[in-house]
């Protein structure tokens, strides 16, 4: 498979914190993408940062990617019980009409 | 603008019946796919489509069957149910910038499968 991984799978904070997620992916990419999933909801796209670009940020997200080592980062500021969610990589190894996404991370943020 | 509206949301199904299970999306969007969620393994594909009347297999599309006749519809067919296949069906969509898919995917809300 070439699927990639999330780190950790799981991760439980409290409001207020920041949450970090990791994301290893296994082929060669020109971007990375980040979905939230709400539980029973469906994948709502978060970000895309691209191949030549090291950090990007949208509101309280921040991504990082190391094409060296073929990762990517999700940090999410101060972060709400509205945050709690399942976070997942994707990876367009075969063009973006082929998004592979990884196992994701379950996040939850309590009050 | 409904975006991608899945039906039905919920089936059980018994081993050897056939279903279709359908998606339709009205962003005038010209990439379509399916997606199936277990868990623990995050979403594999399972085909896609490049437009009306191109489709493609993904990662895992054995016992599945689809189409592309037109640009809103894009129906997942269950050629004969195995348990194997009971999981969350995933809809999505995207959409294209200079000739180019952008990859970003617009999902429906998921139909949930049980196969006995």
């Known amino acids: 498979s070439q699927q990639g991984e999330e780190d950790p799978q799981a991760l439980s904070i409290q409001e207020g914190e920041n949450a970090t997620m990791n994301c290893s992916y296994k082929?060669?990419?020109?971007?990375l993408q980040w979905y939230r999933q709400n539980s029973g909801r469906g994948l709502v796209h978060l970000i895309l940062?691209?191949?030549?670009?090291r950090e990007k940020h949208s509101g309280r997200l921040r991504v990082t990617l190391d094409t060296s080592k073929k990762s990517s980062s999700l940090l999410i500021t101060a972060s709400r019980a509205a945050d709690t969610a399942s976070y997942f990589c994707?990876?367009?190894?075969?063009?973006?009409?082929?998004?592979?996404f990884g196992a994701g991370t379950r996040l939850a943020v309590h009050p | 603008n409904a975006g991608v509206t899945q039906t039905p949301k919920f089936q059980v199904l018994k081993t050897g019946q056939s279903m279709t299970l359908q998606c339709a999306q009205d962003?005038?969007?010209?990439?379509m796919s399916w997606y199936r969620q277990d868990p623990g393994m995050g979403l594999r594909l399972i085909h896609y489509?490049?437009?009306?009347?191109?489709?493609d297999q993904g990662e895992v599309p054995n016992g599945y069957n689809v189409s592309r006749s037109t640009t809103e519809d894009f129906p997942l067919r269950l050629l004969s149910a195995a348990p194997s296949q009971t999981s969350v069906y995933f809809c999505?969509?995207?959409?294209?910038?200079?000739?180019?898919?952008?990859?970003?995917?617009?999902f429906g809300e998921g139909s949930r499968l049980t196969v006995l």
């Open positions: 999505a969509s995207s959409y294209s910038q200079g000739g180019v898919n952008t990859g970003e995917l617009f």
């Open positions: 082929t060669s990419i020109n971007n």
């Open positions: 940062i691209r191949s030549n670009e």
């Open positions: 994707a990876e367009p190894p075969g063009g973006y009409n082929k998004l592979i």
């Open positions: 962003m005038n969007h010209e990439y």
């Open positions: 489509s490049v437009g009306a009347g191109i489709t």
